[in-house]
């Protein structure tokens, strides 16, 4: 008896769940590497914490939630007589645990500033890391993530419309917010899942809580994810970045930490970051210590726009934000401007970063991606568009776009 190999079969007690369980050496090994050790000093949902202060889970959290939804999936479908060998239900639980491993600390605003590659694509480039450092022991799951294996319904688990990584963190964002609207039944969901003509399906009884889950995802966008006070805290940490990157690209001295600082001045794109080990390992290093450490640090910087824009964040001076439906009046927008410029002694590109207008889109449904289908008792599939009585999944389907504003609270209009 190995008692190393019963050691890395271990429990973990999750606040969402309660004790989940490590399923196998590989993963365990996988978990325990610095690469994905990396997502335990980075947040879930960013800056969300200014606003629900319980808001500061981490996507290594996330990851093992996702993780043990998969594992009770597959169960599930193999009690249904689907054939999952071994070896594809090691792959499947490996794709999920790594889905989010290219994430970057703050995500999309650091992805448009400063790294210019999807955290999807950086995914990849981890799992293909540690591909070769474990040997190939992750090539299936590697196709399974890039849709590449026969066996679709597997894709479908880890990346579709239900897919586990969408149940874990409504779930889990619903916990740690407080927001209860985001509350889904997503144990029943799950044994409600099939495989019809390798695709993923949910039996007719379970169309309530498909139908629970839409509206609680639509809830928590408009309620959390793109909440005006966190879409601001976003927008003011992304224009400090881009603030940083047009000092750093102009060859103004920033502090920043080593891996920040490589970023900062020097510019990554997918090839040369695929090819370069040196960036690699930077990236791997770069958590949300880096970022808060600098931003700390440019409250002092000589440059009257990134000290007074990172001095906004650290105190939580964020900027007042306005939503509507119709677009922002471009005489409110030059006078707000005229009088920031004047306050501030800044000049026409400068006013840019402090008054600036924009546009949020979300939709709960999408009837063009991969479909939620349902599978009813006659044998037939129904995309659950036209399978529920309740819904009007148009309205979910629908494309809802909103205006934003934002300024200088000190400012009025």
């Known amino acids: 008896m190995n008692i190393g190999n019963l050691n890395k079969k271990k429990i973990v007690n999750d606040p969402v769940y309660g004790f989940i369980n490590i399923p196998s050496e590989i993963i365990f090994d996988i978990i325990e590497h610095p690469y994905f050790q990396r997502l335990r000093r980075i947040k ?42 071994d070896e594809e239900a090691e792959a499947v639980l490996i794709a999920i645990l790594l889905h989010d491993i290219g994430h970057s600390p ?68 619903s916990f740690f917010t407080g927001v209860t609207e985001g509350v889904i039944s997503y144990d029943r969901i799950i044994k409600m899942l099939d495989v019809v003509d390798d695709k993923l399906v949910v039996e007719e009884k379970g169309i309530y809580s498909i139908e629970k889950f839409l509206i609680a995802r639509r809830l928590m966008f408009w309620q959390v994810y793109l909440h005006k006070t966190v879409v601001s805290a976003e927008l003011l940490l992304s224009n400090i970045l881009k603030r940083a990157k047009e000092l750093a690209d102009n060859n103004v001295e920033l502090f920043a930490t080593p891996a920040l600082n490589f970023f900062l001045y020097n510019k990554i794109n997918n090839d040369n970051f695929y090819n370069s080990d040196t960036a690699f390992n930077f990236f791997s290093q770069l958590d949300d210590n880096d970022i808060m450490a600098s931003i700390k640090t440019w409250i ?43 306050a501030y002694n800044i000049n026409d590109d400068e006013v840019n970063y402090f008054v600036f207008t924009g546009v949020l889109t979300n939709n709960a449904y999408s009837v063009v991606d991969d479909q939620i289908n349902i599978f009813s008792k006659t044998k037939n599939l129904t995309d659950i568009s036209e399978a529920s009585d309740m819904l009007d999944l148009s309205i979910l389907s629908k494309v809802v776009k909103k205006y934003y504003l934002c300024f200088p609270k000190e400012f009025k209009i």
């Open 106 to 173: 703050f995500s999309h605003a650091l992805e448009k500033h400063i790294i210019n590659i999807n955290h999807e694509t950086l995914s990849l480039f981890f799992m293909e890391k540690l591909n070769k450092i474990f040997h190939g022991k992750l090539s299936l799951a590697i196709k399974i993530f890039s849709n590449n294996y026969h066996k679709k319904f597997l894709h479908q688990l880890v990346s579709s419309q239900l897919d586990m990584d969408r149940l874990d963190y409504l779930k889990r964002d």
């Open 300 to 342: 002092n910087h000589d440059d009257i726009t990134l000290s007074k824009l990172s001095n906004n964040l650290i105190d939580r001076h964020l900027y007042k934000t306005i939503i509507q439906k119709q677009p922002i009046d471009k005489n409110i927008i030059s006078d707000l401007k005229n009088k920031v410029k004047q």
């Open 44 to 85: 879930q949902l960013g800056l969300t914490y200014l606003v629900y202060p319980g808001a500061i889970h981490s996507r290594f959290q996330h990851a093992l939630g996702a993780t043990h939804l998969m594992s009770t999936a597959v169960n599930v479908l193999r009690s249904k007589n689907k054939i999952i060998t």
